[in-house]
């Protein structure tokens, strides 16, 4: 199957939808299952450091990503305002606009720059306009940098390395609540804004609770939306017909161009659940039971080139194409189920806004590829070292 993917992932599934590896872990790559899995109410989440903190005190609110059942539903349903299509374009668009134009004119001032940084400091601005981190400290985007490193160490205490680990994380996380995290808070303990950080004060949350919450939608909002505007820039740079018809289209037109991108090269790769009790899901022509206490890991990146699901050439990139019913135009992307990611629109809504700024710069060219670094445990790609050059602006006296 030819693919025009840009991340190599290596195999993209065998040949059966549902299986059980050797190690115990089943393994899902085709879409009806993995989506059924992700929608189930007889799993949790796995993964993702969920085994820490699981250890934390019962009296310590779990980030949203961590909690599941009726307790996870309820938050989402009060929170699920910050995040409506119409908010984002009635309370964000304007913002998002301003900060693209900020962020290209530091291209269009200097003539070269690399789309990473201007990309992150775009997706830390929008995501902290939503989240209410509006009293940072000068150098948000080294301190998640920090936090968020290429290259990650495994936190522990039976070795030195492991011992570093836990010290550096817990030296960031510090520095985030004293120049980022505390700042917010102080004002809105005084007066409530309409925000995130709000809304969990309202909740009764913690410092601390907030703070992990904060990290939580860090990773979800800004380092993730990052990687995406990298990937579809690169695939625009490199397809000259797919970039030709992305500066020429109208917004949906342009939206269906980013879905099917995020499809082909879903920034996160593999999603993990763990049953509580027995499933029964999709398995081609039949159906596969999957045991209670099973950890299971959806291959996003399979299931998205299923079929069944995409039709013929899923390896190909085919904007608007003809998906089944009920498949979302970026499949599993996102995610699915009680845990899909909220801020999708966000990040689709403020990737287009900087890329169409970007792609209509006079002289805008690539001047080197990016640098491909993967994170193995959920398949999620990085990409640095991309550079953009475009014709510097001319000052006339």
């Known amino acids: 199957m030819q693919s025009s993917r840009k991340v190599d992932r290596g195999d993209a599934g065998g040949s059966c939808p549902v299986a059980r590896g050797d190690d115990g872990v089943w393994h899902v790559s085709g879409h009806a299952a993995g989506r059924a899995v992700l929608r189930s109410a007889d799993t949790v989440q796995a993964g993702l450091g969920v085994e820490t903190v699981e250890k934390l005190p019962p009296k310590i609110r779990r980030p949203v990503l961590y909690r ?65 981190l509006t009293e940072s400290r000068p150098g948000i985007d080294g301190r998640l940098e920090r936090f968020f490193p290429e290259k990650f160490g495994r936190p522990g205490f039976t070795s030195l390395t492991g011992l570093r680990w836990f010290l550096r994380q817990n030296v960031q996380f510090l520095g ?57 820039a690169w695939h625009l740079f490199t397809d ?71 039709g013929p050439d899923p390896g190909a990139v085919r904007p608007a194409r003809p998906v089944a019913t009920g498949v979302a135009p970026a499949v599993l992307s996102f995610g699915d189920g009680p845990h899909r990611c909220p801020g999708a629109h966000v990040a689709i809504q403020e990737s287009d806004i900087f890329l169409t700024r970007l792609f209509a710069l006079p002289g805008l060219r690539m001047t080197s590829p990016p640098r491909v670094a993967m994170k193995p445990d959920i398949s999620a790609y990085e990409l640095r070292g991309l550079r953009v050059a475009a014709d510097p602006d001319v000052v006339r006296y």
């Open 176 to 232: 985030i609540y004293l120049k980022d995290v505390r700042p917010a808070i102080r004002p809105r303990r005084r007066e409530r804004r309409d925000d995130l950080i709000s809304h969990l004060l309202d909740e009764g949350c913690r410092d601390g609770e907030i703070l992990g919450e904060v990290i939580t939608f860090a990773a979800a909002g800004m380092v993730t939306t990052r990687e995406f505007i990298n990937l579809a």
């Open 68 to 132: 599941d059942g009726a307790e996870h539903r309820e938050y989402r349903r009060q929170t699920a305002r910050f995040f409506t299509p119409r908010r984002v374009d009635e309370h964000y668009r304007g913002l998002m606009v301003e900060i693209a134009e900020r962020q290209l004119a530091v291209l269009r001032r200097d003539g070269e720059a690399e789309l990473s940084t201007l990309s992150f400091r775009l997706a830390i601005d929008v995501a902290a306009a939503v989240i209410g």
């Open 240 to 310: 000259e017909e797919l970039r030709l018809r992305y500066r020429e289209s109208l917004e949906p037109d342009r939206i269906a161009i980013l879905h099917e991108l995020l499809r082909l090269e879903p920034v996160v790769g593999n999603l993990k659940r763990r049953t509580t009790a027995e499933i029964t899901v999709p398995d081609g022509d039949t159906t596969a039971t999957i045991p209670a206490g099973a950890l299971v890991d959806v291959a996003v990146h399979a299931a998205n080139l299923d079929p069944g699901a995409v």
